[in-house]
């Protein structure tokens, strides 16, 4: 399952935007405040109200009170534009896999939907919104289902039910690894949902990895241990650990070690809670607000690599990110969307990878003068150095101390220069 295309017109600083030729990895560039969050809330709203409509609500509105409407779908402030329109229309087309039902639901039979549209419109009148899906097509248009005995089954209420549950999960900014509370016993009855903080995200793993539901073990087992048991980071697994009197943890568990994660660096820990709340999603499609937060230069091209692996594999979740980020390393495919604020209005523009060294001016190095010192000690050289040097990337460079100065040398430089002198051969 991919989102193919998506529009929303009157959420907050989106007035008039459109995202189109989406990727499986799509990454928004931009200045802060310019409305990058406002997309990726756009979309969660989106996912969320789909859940309003059961097959006999489809052409019925369903209306709240002002204040209802965002306790229901978890808003903390008014979400109608800025300007005052208070009307929002969400639309989306996407793209489904025979198999996209067949995961959730495997006694279900042979899905016959490739690409579904969905429009959903959402007004605000006299303190009252009202919410009402407005257009739903799909190619095919029915789904065949062992359920009624093979007879046709409207496409759109299953299509409802497996978009709202696993279709959309965002990770915040503002989500942080916490010390959690002690396990008191057994299973509990009911598990609370994973907080979108992250402050109870190692109780919720601890159930996973033990639980009796075999798409979350899968997850579990898919999505977060290949994550740190396999190269680039290669930790050893990731084990959720309770143990009677102590608080839920995380630990890597190695043939040699077993090291606790808060003896481990911010970035491993940030690392964890990435990929813990991806893995308990169970979504296919979610978005991560700045998931360079804590990750030093190297660890955030590791975590490059990991994200591309995981949309790779077609048999488990995720199968698409939608990432907000102000690091020039996530680079994924040929364009990114570049996000500006132009009279009060966000603007978002696809455009090419070439165009990134002019939102990242300052990672460049002018011709005599420097560059800032990024997190790990990080800077990066522009073209006219590698050319001088004649590298390229994964090639070494190499720093020779000249008196109060050093030298940049390339590898070849460097050997000619360390080489043993004519009176030594």
Known sequence: MQLLEFEVHGFKSLYDCKLTDLQSINVFHGENNVGKSNLLEAMELF???????????????????????????????????????????LRSRMLL?????????PEQGTHRISQLEIVLRIAQRRGAVEVRLTELKTEEGSVLSKKNGYKREPAEALMREFLSKFGFY??????????????????????????????????????????????????FRQVLLPMFANPPLSLGTLQPVARPGAPFD???????RSIPIDQLGSGIQQ????????????????????????????TQKKLKGILSNMVADADVAPSQFFISSHSPLFEFHENFFKVEMVEGRTVVTLVPN????????????????GTMIRSGNAVVLPDYVLETLGASQGDAIYFHRD???????????YEELMGPGEDEQ
């Open 250 to 256: 995380l630990q890597f568990e190695a043939p040699d």
């Open 170 to 219: 965002r990770i915040r900014f503002d989500r942080r690894l916490t010390t959690e509370s002690a396990p008191t016993g057994g299973r509990p009855d009911e598990i609370a949902p994973l907080d979108p903080s992250g402050s109870n995200l190692k109780e919720r793993l601890f159930w996973a990895s033990v639980s009796d539901d075999p798409l979350e073990r899968k997850v």
């Open 47 to 89: 996912f969320r109200v789909l859940s309003l409509f059961d097959e006999q609500g489809v052409s019925s509105p369903h209306s709240f009170s002002g204040s209802a409407f965002q306790t229901h779908f978890g808003l903390v402030e008014d979400i109608f534009s800025w300007d005052g329109d208070r009307i929002i229309t």
């Open 97 to 105: 896999s025979d198999l996209d039902f067949h995961r959730v639901h």
């Open 271 to 298: 690392l964890a809670l990435l990929g813990g709340m991806i893995a308990l999603s169970q979504c296919w499609i979610v978005a991560i607000e700045e998931p360079e937060i804590n990750l030093s230069w190297p």
């Open 403 to 413: 008196g109060d100065r050093f030298q940049v040398l390339s590898g070849t430089q």
């Open 354 to 369: 070439k165009e990134r060294e002019q939102l990242f001016d300052v990672f460049t190095i002018p011709e005599g003068r």
